[in-house]
């Protein structure tokens, strides 16, 4: 299938004023600054087909919002090229935006005095949804994430995974074709986590949207994840499949015992969340994918 | 265009949600004139007129300007708040243009407040005060135009400062000091007519003669249908040229935020 997302060597750097302890050194920071530059992104690659959901992980400060706000048109790169669905997101803005979705984890875009179903109608306009399609959309979502209940509260009453919630299928309504999730299941209960997961994967299936999402819960990036894309340091350092991880990096081996009786069946996998663990703190080194190395 | 009038209307639902809100806010404003009526009233003392201008006619500036300008304060922190804590990214994932909802929102308060505290506190000012009518039925019209042209002046005045906080830290400070200027020198503290005439012609050179006492002098009938049209010309200018420095450091800010990162 086609591809929807094509990222070509795109670097973000940024200017970050160093500071030295001490009084003379703030006095002198008044009138003469130094500079340190930080790369935040350093030279990724990658593209994305239509219709697959793609994890995108590292540590704190990997780069990931970074890229995700790059992708989404909010930054521009200093180098490098974005496409995303025929657009390159951060001049084509206005355009762009209408057919994706974000979803911030972190940062609500509900209405917090009015009822969820007054910033859905809100969507409704913004985004010039036809009033049959916000209506079977919203009560398609309603009813899979289990909404009915709190729909008509005012968000400032709801817990913290009914808005998250609401925040979902508030960038949803208008049946984006690609959708960015930032961490969104930061903060939720197991019972919410796994409303979410089976959401997304649900949405994924049926309309085949693309979803990039970037998590910290292994959970997720297990249960609904397809593809991995792993960063650290501002560079990527995997990019494959879930099963491609658990093969080449594991420093364990699945097991599988038959007892005697063919009843019981033990069956030991390498688990995902150990795997990436050891990637972060450099037990495992990873060749950098496709042999495409950056010497600097 | 059908997405903004929805920003404003569900401004205008928000406000709805505090009762204590509401009422404190005609509290607010019927005292604010209250006082304001009282200093003058004193300061009037048994004279019918002062250079022309009977106790009457400040009663009705003070009503019209002190009740507007309570109307259309709203909260000038909302963008540095948003770029502060870096959810300005999620206005601008949305395919509407972020100064126009700003506009459309705060004018939807601005309704609000016009309705539900300027009305009401005019009603119960017109219980112990008398207020002159307006000149005729066509100079209240035009007064309302002149009001709207009166409050974009002022929103863009605010809008300009508020583009700041793409580079300060915080604005609130500057906000303060704005809003002392437009509180004396648009004669909500005292009224445009008896300014001392040096300083009458410095604020002529200003925006701030243009948001309220050109609607109050218009509603007054003391222009002329010439005088009136180059008063609202002057208006109109005002809009162009606040419009465009705001345009421009809005384009620079969002430029810096895009370019540096939120």
């Given at each position: 299938m086609k591809n929807i997302i094509e990222v070509d060597g795109v670097k973000k750097y940024y200017k970050i004023a160093k500071r030295e302890k001490g009084f003379f050194q703030t006095v002198k920071h008044l009138f003469h600054r130094e500079y340190e530059v930080r790369k935040a992104v350093d030279d990724i690659s990658f593209s994305i087909?239509?219709?697959?959901?793609?994890?995108?992980?590292?540590?704190?400060?990997?780069?990931?919002?970074?890229?995700?706000?790059?992708?989404?048109?909010?930054?521009?790169?200093?180098?490098?090229?974005?496409?995303?669905?025929?657009?390159?997101?951060?001049?084509?803005?206005?355009?762009?935006?209408?057919?994706?979705?974000?979803?911030?984890?972190?940062?609500?875009?509900?209405?917090?005095?009015?009822?969820?179903?007054?910033?859905?109608?809100?969507?409704?306009?913004?985004?010039?949804?036809?009033?049959?399609?916000?209506?079977?959309?919203?009560?398609?979502?309603?009813?899979?994430?289990?909404?009915?209940?709190?729909?008509?509260?005012?968000?400032?009453?709801?817990?913290?995974?009914?808005?998250?919630?609401?925040?979902?299928?508030?960038?949803?309504?208008?049946?984006?074709?690609?959708?960015?999730?930032?961490?969104?299941?930061?903060?939720?209960?197991?019972?919410?986590?796994?409303?979410?997961?089976?959401?997304?994967?649900?949405?994924?299936?049926?309309?085949?949207?693309?979803?990039?999402?970037?998590?910290?819960?292994?959970?997720?990036?297990?249960?609904?994840?397809?593809?991995?894309?792993?960063?650290?340091?501002?560079?990527?350092?995997?990019?494959?499949?879930?099963?491609?991880?658990?093969?080449?990096?594991?420093?364990?081996?699945?097991?599988?015992?038959?007892?005697?009786?063919?009843?019981?069946?033990?069956?030991?996998?390498?688990?995902?969340?150990?795997?990436?663990?050891?990637?972060?703190?450099?037990?495992?080194?990873?060749?950098?994918?496709?042999?495409?190395?950056?010497?600097? | 265009m059908r997405a903004y009038l929805e920003f404003a209307i569900k401004k205008f639902q928000n406000k709805m949600t505090y009762k204590l809100d509401f009422f404190m806010g005609i509290v607010n404003t019927t005292i604010t004139i209250a006082v304001y009526l009282c200093i003058y009233k004193a300061l009037y003392g048994n004279a019918t007129e002062i250079d022309g201008i009977t106790f009457q006619m400040v009663a009705t500036n003070f009503v019209i300007s002190l009740g507007l300008s309570s109307a259309f304060e709203y909260n000038e922190m909302f963008l540095q708040d948003r770029v502060k804590d870096g959810s300005?990214?999620?206005?601008?994932?949305?395919?509407?243009?972020?100064?126009?909802?700003?506009?459309?929102?705060?004018?939807?308060?601005?309704?609000f407040k016009i309705l539900f505290h300027f009305l009401p506190a005019t009603v119960f000012t017109l219980l112990y005060a008398r207020l002159c009518p307006p000149k005729s039925w066509v100079h209240f019209l035009v007064m309302l135009v002149s009001v709207l042209l009166g409050y974009l002046i002022l929103w863009l005045i605010s809008l300009i400062i508020q583009t700041w906080s793409f580079w300060l830290f915080s604005v609130w400070g500057i906000i303060t000091i704005k809003n002392v200027f437009v509180r004396i020198l648009s004669g909500t503290m005292l009224p445009m007519w008896f300014m001392p005439e040096a300083l009458k012609k410095v604020i002529a050179f200003t925006p701030f003669e243009s948001i309220y006492f050109t609607p109050v002098q218009i509603y007054l009938g003391e222009l002329s249908t010439m005088e009136i049209l180059h008063k609202m010309g002057v208006q109109l200018i005002w809009i162009g040229i606040l419009g465009c420095i705001a345009a421009f450091f809005w384009k620079k800010g969002v430029k810096k935020l895009v370019v540096q990162g939120g």
């Open positions: 087909k239509k219709g697959e959901i793609v994890g995108f992980i590292g540590p704190n400060g990997a780069g990931k919002s970074t890229t995700i706000k790059m992708l989404s048109g909010i930054l521009y790169p200093d180098a490098g090229t974005v496409k995303v669905n025929g657009f390159i997101p951060w001049k084509q803005r206005k355009q762009y935006v209408k057919n994706i979705g974000v979803v911030f984890g972190q940062k609500s875009q509900l209405n917090w005095d009015l009822p969820l179903i007054e910033s859905f109608e809100l969507m409704r306009y913004i985004y010039r949804i036809p009033k049959k399609k916000y209506e079977e959309n919203l009560e398609k979502f309603t009813k899979l994430l289990d909404m009915e209940s709190f729909i008509n509260q005012p968000v400032r009453q709801l817990s913290l995974g009914q808005r998250m919630r609401g925040d979902i299928v508030a960038s949803l309504l208008h049946s984006p074709e690609i959708v960015f999730f930032d961490e969104p299941t930061i903060g939720l209960d197991v019972v919410a986590k796994e409303k979410i997961r089976e959401f997304i994967k649900y949405m994924n299936k049926t309309e085949q949207t693309t979803i990039i999402f970037t998590t910290h819960d292994m959970q997720d990036v297990e249960k609904v994840c397809e593809r991995l894309i792993i960063i650290d340091l501002g560079k990527k350092i995997f990019d494959g499949s879930i099963d491609e991880i658990k093969q080449k990096y594991a420093n364990s081996k699945s097991i599988e015992i038959q007892l005697e009786d063919g009843e019981k069946q033990i069956k030991m996998e390498p688990e995902i969340e150990s795997i990436i663990r050891d990637i972060y703190e450099g037990k495992v080194s990873l060749s950098t994918d496709e042999g495409k190395e950056n010497h600097s | 300005i990214a999620n206005e601008f994932l949305k395919p509407v243009n972020f100064i126009f909802r700003l506009l459309s929102e705060n004018m939807g308060e601005g309704c």
